[in-house]
């Protein structure tokens, strides 16, 4: 550029200030309205010891470099990668300086909000190892993993598959001659794929392979094994390594594939807390009990369920305080007055936009009742399977299956009918849903792809079915499968009691509906298989739907139990809103699932037209209490990195403020401007200068 100085970047003018009444006005109105304690309901949902160190890791983290989060809105994957590294080394480093604890570091883990390449060290690889290493393991393996002097991943998924474990191709062949297990790819499909921080990060793997014995194949079994030098990082002879591209999300993750070629691995690589192979013989020792690993699945899957509530709870944050300051059109009929004057209508006054989040808002405290039910089975399980009881296992795996299906469907989606709700601004990465929205969406995927995992749910769901058609089943307080099933047996042509629209307003009389619809679906798939002669493949669609069903039979059971059994936790006013919420939940559900209502037998159309009038009534009711509720989430801005989101409402401000730090705005005129914009302009310059002669 010649004649001006083309570093000058572009700011508004300073004077300019949004129109009144401004986002912080609008705000301060809606929290005048709360009907409950806003920072008493946050100490119910949280506790008041989690509420504190949040804070206090959030005032950390928003004063380190490493921790900043806006600038990753206009960085490259190179450069996110770069800064995801900084991010882990200063957590590390933090941790000591501070003398943070587990809760501590996942807490800032939280706060950060993006996956990094050390993210499967700490969510896979070591509780893997804490889980599956025998007592020399443990010094080799886990204690250098804790100390970071190794940095391991978790290497399952192959090219050629994903949800079934039992298809791996990676085979681990062991050699008695000199206890050793060779490790090999046969396939191109065999190599691992879509493994964490096994990009470029890892020098350690956690290992899923079959493992072969004398040529007999005893299944997929867990090794963990060096994979990059410790001196200098290169990959090990025999290791083909590398990172998979460019994904959706995730890009500050080094997903990686891995192919082996007779790479050889000592005895002591295969973890033998349950299962060994003796030296030398190779005799095969199997597991106690082969379901050992299923508690450690259901405590994923409680984590996964949490993580939902939690991403919805975000995402309905941002979406209902940016529709509250948004304002659009005059309702004519019911004109928005603010002092004497007429303004546009803020957008979370039109009832179609209350619909669409006060649903989204309604699940969001569903599934806290259903994540706190979910711990505290596995909890219970846990203790019985230490007594050698394994009863509960069973009914708990397979909620926990579907479960973890539904609720990551109800939180992508969710997620976007959020943003959708924001208008044109919920397009721009500063509303802070965009990447949250990409790095959130494998949730579908991993830990068993959603529609897979139904499949586990509705295969004991009609296993318990035929017991209590054969009088096989027993009756417990801790399953509930067996209690609605037998329920329908009793009477399977009831219907619903309602003759008015507030008689849903019963947890009675939404449980029966509920457990009534489940049991219904669940024999018309059994009657289906055992007497129709239908195969499993073609019923898949209904098998999905009877999961799905059942599951939204426990989080609304678990959201009435809860609040129920929390009676003495709760105020009269904060107990209020939430029995209007879990009303607004089963009967939002109810309305959204009335075909199966309905073709069960069970609902009327006439009760229908009642469920629809009450779940607008419960909006209406709901309506004053929107940005209390979203408020007790108690979600720091920090975390949420988004303009329309912030807690002071100054959404237009902070809008402006992130388009300055855009890179493009930094110049005056575009480096591209010589080459591919000055000589199409140019030559018209010069072709009417020409016309002027």
């Not at 349950?274 to 450690?296: H, I, M």
């Not at 059109?329 to 546009?344: C, L, M, Q, R, Y």
């Given at each position: 550029?010649?004649?001006?100085?083309?570093?000058?970047?572009?700011?508004?003018?300073?004077?300019?200030?949004?129109?009144?009444?401004?986002?912080?006005?609008?705000?301060?109105?809606?929290?005048?309205?709360?009907?409950?304690?806003?920072?008493?309901?946050?100490?119910?949902?949280?506790?008041?010891?989690?509420?504190?160190?949040?804070?206090?890791?959030?005032?950390?983290?928003?004063?380190?470099?490493?921790?900043?989060?806006?600038?990753?809105?206009?960085?490259?994957?190179?450069?996110r990668i770069a800064h995801a590294y900084e991010k882990d080394k200063r957590l590390i480093e933090l941790t000591k300086e501070l003398n943070w604890d587990l809760s501590d570091r996942r807490i800032a883990n939280w706060l950060y909000d993006q996956s990094t390449p050390y993210s499967l060290h700490y969510g896979m690889f070591l509780p893997t190892l804490e889980g599956q290493c025998n007592e020399e393991q443990r010094k080799l393996f886990l204690e250098p993993a804790l100390r970071h002097e190794i940095i391991g991943c978790y290497a399952q998924t192959e090219l050629g598959h994903g949800s079934n474990v039992q298809g791996v191709e990676t085979i681990a062949t062991y050699i008695p001659e000199t206890n050793e297990f060779d490790i090999h790819s046969p396939h191109l499909t065999a190599s691992k794929w879509w493994i964490g921080g096994l990009g470029k990060t890892a020098n350690y793997a956690v290992l899923m392979a079959r493992l072969i014995i004398h040529g007999k194949?005893?299944?997929?079994?867990?090794?963990?094994?060096?994979?990059?030098?410790?001196?200098?990082?290169?990959?090990?002879?025999?290791?083909?390594?590398?990172?998979?591209?460019?994904?959706?999300?995730?890009?500050?993750?080094?997903?990686?594939?891995?192919?082996?070629?007779?790479?050889?691995?000592?005895?002591?690589?295969?973890?033998?807390?349950?299962?060994?192979?003796?030296?030398?013989?190779?005799?095969?020792?199997?597991?106690?009990?082969?379901?050992?690993?299923?508690?450690?699945?259901?405590?994923?899957?409680?984590?996964?369920?949490?993580?939902?509530?939690?991403?919805?709870?975000?995402?309905?944050?941002?979406?209902?305080?940016?529709?509250?300051?948004?304002?659009?059109?005059?309702?004519?009929?019911?004109?928005?007055?603010?002092?004497?004057?007429?303004?546009?209508?803020?957008?979370?006054?039109?009832?179609?936009?209350?619909?669409?989040?006060?649903?989204?808002?309604?699940?969001?405290?569903?599934?806290?009742?259903?994540?706190?039910?979910?711990?505290?089975?596995?909890?219970?399980?846990?203790?019985?399977?230490?007594?050698?009881?394994?009863?509960?296992?069973?009914?708990?795996?397979?909620?926990?299956?579907?479960?973890?299906?539904?609720?990551?469907?109800?939180?992508?989606?969710?997620?976007?009918?959020?943003?959708?709700?924001?208008?044109?601004?919920?397009?721009?990465?500063?509303?802070?849903?965009?990447?949250?929205?990409?790095?959130?969406?494998?949730?579908?995927?991993?830990?068993?792809?959603?529609?897979?995992?139904?499949?586990?749910?509705?295969?004991?769901?009609?296993?318990?079915?035929?017991?209590?058609?054969?009088?096989?089943?027993?009756?417990?307080?801790?399953?509930?499968?067996?209690?609605?099933?037998?329920?329908?047996?009793?009477?399977?042509?009831?219907?619903?009691?309602?003759?008015?629209?507030?008689?849903?307003?019963?947890?009675?009389?939404?449980?029966?509906?509920?457990?009534?619809?489940?049991?219904?679906?669940?024999?018309?798939?059994?009657?289906?298989?055992?007497?129709?002669?239908?195969?499993?493949?073609?019923?898949?669609?209904?098998?999905?739907?009877?999961?799905?069903?059942?599951?939204?039979?426990?989080?609304?059971?678990?959201?009435?139990?809860?609040?129920?059994?929390?009676?003495?936790?709760?105020?009269?006013?904060?107990?209020?809103?939430?029995?209007?919420?879990?009303?607004?939940?089963?009967?939002?559900?109810?309305?959204?699932?009335?075909?199966?209502?309905?073709?069960?037998?069970?609902?009327?159309?006439?009760?229908?037209?009642?469920?629809?009038?009450?779940?607008?009534?419960?909006?209406?009711?709901?309506?004053?209490?929107?940005?209390?509720?979203?408020?007790?989430?108690?979600?720091?801005?920090?975390?949420?990195?988004?303009?329309?989101?912030?807690?002071?409402?100054?959404?237009?401000?902070?809008?402006?403020?992130?388009?300055?730090?855009?890179?493009?705005?930094?110049?005056?005129?575009?480096?591209?401007?010589?080459?591919?914009?000055?000589?199409?302009?140019?030559?018209?310059?010069?072709?009417?200068?020409?016309?002027?002669?």
């Amino acid at each position: 550029m010649t004649g001006f100085n083309n570093n000058v970047p572009t700011k508004f003018p300073a004077h300019l200030v949004p129109k009144e009444p401004s986002g912080p006005d609008l705000l301060q109105a809606e929290r005048a309205k709360a009907s409950f304690d806003v920072q008493a309901m946050s100490k119910f949902m949280y506790g008041e010891e989690y509420l504190e160190k949040m804070n206090n890791v959030t005032r950390v983290l928003e004063s380190e470099p490493a921790f900043e989060k806006v600038q990753r809105y206009f960085q490259g994957r190179p450069e996110r990668i770069a800064h995801a590294y900084e991010k882990d080394k200063r957590l590390i480093e933090l941790t000591k300086e501070l003398n943070w604890d587990l809760s501590d570091r996942r807490i800032a883990n939280w706060l950060y909000d993006q996956s990094t390449p050390y993210s499967l060290h700490y969510g896979m690889f070591l509780p893997t190892l804490e889980g599956q290493c025998n007592e020399e393991q443990r010094k080799l393996f886990l204690e250098p993993a804790l100390r970071h002097e190794i940095i391991g991943c978790y290497a399952q998924t192959e090219l050629g598959h994903g949800s079934n474990v039992q298809g791996v191709e990676t085979i681990a062949t062991y050699i008695p001659e000199t206890n050793e297990f060779d490790i090999h790819s046969p396939h191109l499909t065999a190599s691992k794929w879509w493994i964490g921080g096994l990009g470029k990060t890892a020098n350690y793997a956690v290992l899923m392979a079959r493992l072969i014995i004398h040529g007999k194949d005893h299944g997929p079994h867990t090794f963990c094994i060096p994979i990059r030098s410790l001196e200098d990082h290169r990959p090990l002879p025999g290791i083909t390594v590398g990172d998979i591209g460019p994904k959706f999300g995730y890009a500050t993750t080094d997903n990686g594939f891995m192919l082996f070629d007779h790479y050889r691995v000592p005895h002591i690589s295969l973890l033998a807390k349950y299962s060994q192979v003796k030296p030398g013989s190779g005799e095969y020792v199997r597991p106690p009990n082969a379901k050992l690993s299923y508690g450690t699945m259901v405590l994923v899957r409680a984590n996964i369920v949490n993580g939902s509530r939690m991403a919805l709870a975000r995402a309905a944050t941002v979406a209902i305080r940016y529709s509250a300051i948004r304002r659009q059109f005059v309702d004519a009929s019911s004109p928005t007055k603010w002092g004497n004057e007429v303004i546009e209508t803020p957008v979370i006054d039109y009832t179609m936009q209350q619909y669409r989040l006060f649903g989204v808002l309604a699940s969001t405290y569903a599934l806290l009742f259903t994540g706190r039910e979910m711990f505290r089975l596995y909890d219970l399980n846990h203790a019985a399977m230490k007594q050698g009881n394994f009863s509960l296992l069973a009914d708990l795996h397979s909620s926990s299956s579907g479960l973890k299906s539904l609720t990551t469907t109800m939180a992508v989606e969710g997620m976007e009918e959020c943003r959708r709700a924001c208008g044109g601004h919920g397009y721009s990465m500063f509303s802070g849903l965009g990447l949250f929205y990409q790095d959130y969406l494998p949730n579908v995927t991993f830990e068993g792809d959603n529609y897979v995992l139904t499949q586990q749910t509705a295969r004991y769901l009609l296993k318990s079915f035929r017991n209590v058609v054969a009088g096989k089943a027993k009756p417990s307080e801790h399953n509930l499968t067996i209690t609605y099933l037998s329920q329908y047996m009793q009477n399977p042509k009831a219907t619903c009691p309602a003759t008015t629209a507030t008689d849903f307003l019963n947890p009675e009389v939404l449980l029966s509906a509920f457990g009534y619809r489940a049991a219904y679906g669940i024999a018309q798939v059994a009657e289906d298989l055992d007497r129709n002669g239908r195969s499993w493949n073609s019923v898949l669609v209904d098998i999905n739907r009877i999961s799905k069903a059942h599951c939204q039979y426990m989080i609304v059971r678990n959201f009435f139990v809860g609040l129920q059994q929390a009676e003495k936790e709760l105020a009269t006013p904060e107990r209020k809103i939430l029995q209007t919420l879990s009303f607004l939940f089963a009967l939002y559900t109810m309305e959204k699932e009335m075909s199966e209502f309905m073709l069960s037998g069970y609902l009327s159309p006439a009760q229908g037209k009642m469920v629809k009038e009450q779940v607008l009534e419960l909006i209406a009711r709901v309506r004053p209490d929107a940005i209390p509720l979203v408020d007790s989430f108690a979600l720091p801005d920090y975390y949420l990195a988004s303009a329309l989101g912030r807690y002071d409402g100054k959404v237009y401000e902070s809008l402006c403020r992130m388009a300055e730090s855009e890179p493009l705005n930094h110049k005056l005129v575009v480096d591209s401007y010589e080459n591919y914009i000055k000589p199409f302009v140019h030559r018209g310059l010069q072709r009417n200068n020409n016309s002027k002669l």
